[in-house]
Antibody
Framework: EVQLVESGGGLVQPGGSLRLSCTASEFTFSSYDMHWVRQATGKGLEWVSGIGTAGDTYYPGSVKGRFTISRENAKNSLYLQMNSLRAGDTAVYYC?????????????????WGQGTLVIVSS | QSALTQPPSASGSPGQSVTISCTGTSSDVGNYRYVSWYQQHPGKAPKLMIYEVSKRPSGVPDRFTGSKSGNTASLTVSGLQAEDEADYYCSSYAGSNSWVFGGGTKLTVL
């Protein structure tokens, strides 16, 4: 069974930094795009970043320039470096599997999710 | 990009059908077939229920169906069961390798 396990969340002061990790198992990690999605308490889901199999990265305007997504295929691991954190970044951060494409056919993105890790930005 | 618009709540009695809408724009829902729906129970991670507008992953009951018309996608849950009570979210590809989610709909089984 596909597993995604996030870690690294915690309490950080405004302006501080935090690095989240996601360890994947039971699938060929290097063949899939990967994403981070966050959810503030009582709020909806928000896509935070994505990374392709070639290491190409994508961000929404709300985090561009502050967050950096990366991957280490040898360790089946996904990371999210978060800098200049603000109170509005407080949320549960989920790691989610993205697409796997072969011969022009792609699987569904966001088909598996981790259990999430809580980030609290507060003084 | 702006979040997709979903009604905050929906409800139905056991056995009934309920439809949840997800309204976007011609830059996301209206332009791509990559619309998905997720079910989230309290304290749990989201679970994929529908992808590419109307496809069901293995293991998802056929009581869950998806459709799309123009800029609005819909999720219909037929034969409502108590375990269907949860939050439901839609998502859409929004171009340029970006994705957008909806604000969520709380489904109550009366």
């Amino acid at each position: 069974e596909v597993q995604l396990v996030e870690s690294g969340g915690g309490l950080v002061q405004p302006g501080g930094s935090l690095r989240l990790s996601c360890t994947a198992s039971e699938f060929t990690f290097s063949s899939y795009d990967m994403h981070w999605v966050r959810q503030a308490t009582g709020k909806g889901l928000e896509w935070v970043s994505g990374i392709g199999t070639a290491g190409d990265t994508y961000y929404p305007g709300s985090v561009k320039g502050r967050f950096t997504i990366s991957r280490e295929n040898a360790k089946n691991s996904l990371y999210l470096q978060m800098n200049s954190l603000r109170a509005g970044d407080t949320a549960v951060y989920y790691c989610a599997r993205g697409e796997y494409c072969t011969n022009g056919v792609c699987s569904s993105p966001f088909d598996y999710w981790g259990q999430g890790t809580l980030v609290i930005v507060s003084s | 990009q702006s979040a997709l618009t979903q009604p905050p709540s929906a409800s139905g009695s056991p056995g009934q059908s309920v439809t949840i809408s997800c309204t976007g724009t011609s830059s996301d829902v209206g332009n791509y077939r990559y619309v998905s729906w997720y079910q989230q129970h309290p304290g749990k991670a989201p679970k994929l229920m529908i992808y590419e507008v109307s496809k069901r992953p293995s293991g998802v009951p056929d009581r869950f169906t998806g459709s799309k018309s123009g800029n609005t996608a819909s999720l219909t849950v037929s034969g409502l069961q108590a375990e269907d009570e949860a939050d439901y979210y839609c998502s859409s590809y929004a171009g340029s390798n970006s994705w957008v989610f909806g604000g969520g709909t709380k489904l109550t089984v009366l």
